[in-house]
Nanobody, 121 residues
Framework: QVHVVESGGGLVQPGGSLRLSCAAS????????MGWYRQAPGKQRELVAVITSGGSTNYADSVKGRFTISRDNAKNTAYLQMNSLKPEDTAVYFC???????????????WGQGTQVTVSS
């Protein structure tokens, strides 16, 4: 069984910073992509950033230059460093991992439960 758990959310003032963590655990053989998504009230879930196993990254235009995604493959963990936060960044942030379990042939996507980020003065 695999678990994906996010942490690091909270309340921050505009212009502030937060660092989110996403840890995958369980019977993991290999992790391909890991990604961060967010969903604001009344809006659809949207991609924030994604990172491949080789370290290639892709970002939503709205966060380019402010957010940085990284990962520690030895720890099966991805991070999202968020700087210069804006009120419009307020959302529940979700992490996913595209991974293969031991004894399973296919890669599947696993989601965490999300962590709330609120940017407000």
């Amino acid at each position: 069984q695999v678990h994906v758990v996010e942490s690091g959310g909270g309340l921050v003032q505009p212009g502030g910073s937060l660092r989110l963590s996403c840890a995958a655990s369980g019977s993991i053989f290999s992790i391909n992509n890991m990604g961060w998504y967010r969903q604001a009230p009344g809006k659809q879930r949207e991609l924030v950033a994604v990172i491949t196993s080789g370290g290639s990254t892709n970002y939503a235009d709205s966060v380019k230059g402010r957010f940085t995604i990284s990962r520690d493959n030895a720890k099966n963990t991805a991070y999202l460093q968020m700087n210069s936060l804006k009120p419009e960044d307020t959302a529940v942030y979700f992490c996913n991992a595209f991974l293969r379990e031991h004894g399973v042939l296919n890669y599947l996507t696993y989601w965490g439960q999300g962590t709330q980020v609120t940017v407000s003065s």
